[in-house]
């Protein structure tokens, strides 16, 4: 992700992917907002800037996680992920890697 974008990141659609030498923990990093961002300057008076927290990249056809079928990496955010069962969080990414891609996506409010 982009560490420098504080309020949104749009859903991101990955297919046919191939990896030459690249270790699993390599693959993908998702940052935590800035905590300086909680303040009116970035998001306005009263919001934090929360596009950090809500990323959502979907594997369609598991290629990008080395799956037969498609998977969804979400921001280590268990809000988003509802229940977390059937999601695995993995740490070197800060993400969780979700079964059914197409059961994520982003909602967004504009003000």
Not at 8 to 29: C, D, M, Q
Not at 37 to 62: A, H, P
């Amino acid at each position: 992700t982009n560490p420098t974008s504080p309020s949104t990141v749009p859903v991101h659609r990955f297919s046919s992917i191939s990896w030459r030498n690249v270790g699993n923990e390599a693959k993908l990093y998702m940052h935590d907002p800035n905590p300086a961002w909680r303040n009116g300057q970035y998001c306005g008076e009263s919001q934090d800037c929360t596009g950090l927290q809500n990323v959502v990249f979907k594997d369609m056809d598991g290629s990008f996680v080395n799956a037969s079928t498609g998977y969804a990496l979400v921001s280590n955010n268990s809000q988003a992920v509802g229940s977390p069962g059937t999601c695995t969080l993995m740490s070197s990414w800060n993400a969780y890697m979700c079964p059914e891609a197409s059961e994520f996506d982003l909602l967004m409010f504009e003000s």
